[in-house]
């Protein structure tokens, strides 16, 4: 079977920083993988080599065996590659329904009527219904988190890129998020998560990949990746399986 996604080699720099190495990785449609390592491992810019905001100086990228290599954001997002921000990022002054018409009339074809009917369902599921009518900044940190979600669903994606998703969000916001995810990766969409929650981590994926200073460290199943040494050794210095247990 061919990978949806595949990078091969990717290197990106920033003056005299490499923020990654020659990372290879692949994932399969429908596959929902963790990524994970320290702060400024290279995690949020690999994401950003995948959804197009940064261009890397060598490697390869594709998508459904097309070459995406210097292509657009937004021309990503139409290709199937939704994503959402560590740093949330909504239309404040919009209401929290118009931020789901935005790019939910992307699609020129699609009806205003209808598009506002697919945002209120999609509110609905995420518990945001009654507050669609609501600036959108007037919603805590964790709602925002799931109009992002919202905005996703519109686009109907083929691949989710979700950077550190769970931060500062109440448990019960948390769990209805991974519901969310669940669901989504059961109707076969892919999903790489980036979180420094370990919890969530290894209840949601089934695959995890661990960087450290822009390169791949470990790659596998999560019981496999949890007691990896130099994934153990990244997280915790020089002290070992058994100091850490």
Known sequence: MTAQLVTDGVVKRFGGLTALDHVTFEIEAGELVGLIG?????????LNVLSGFYRPEQGSVSFEGRSIVGREPSALATAGIARSFQVTKIFRRLSVLEN??????TDWSAAPRAAAEKGRAILDGL?????????????????????????IMMLA??????DEPFGGVHPTLKRLMHDTIRDWNARGTSIILISHDMGSIFDLC??????????????????????????LQAYLGTRSARAAS
């Open 38 to 46: 320290p702060n400024g491992s290279g995690k949020t810019t690999f």
């Open 100 to 105: 789901l018409l935005v790019p939910g009339l």
């Open 127 to 151: 518990d945001l219904g009654r507050l669609a009518g609501e600036p959108a900044a007037n919603l805590s940190g964790g709602q925002a988190k799931l109009l992002e979600f919202g905005r």
């Open 157 to 162: 994606p083929k691949l989710v890129l979700l």
């Open 206 to 231: 089934r695959r995890i990949v661990a960087l450290q200073n822009g390169r791949v460290i470990a790659n596998g199943p999560p019981e496999a990746v949890r007691s990896d040494p130099a994934v």
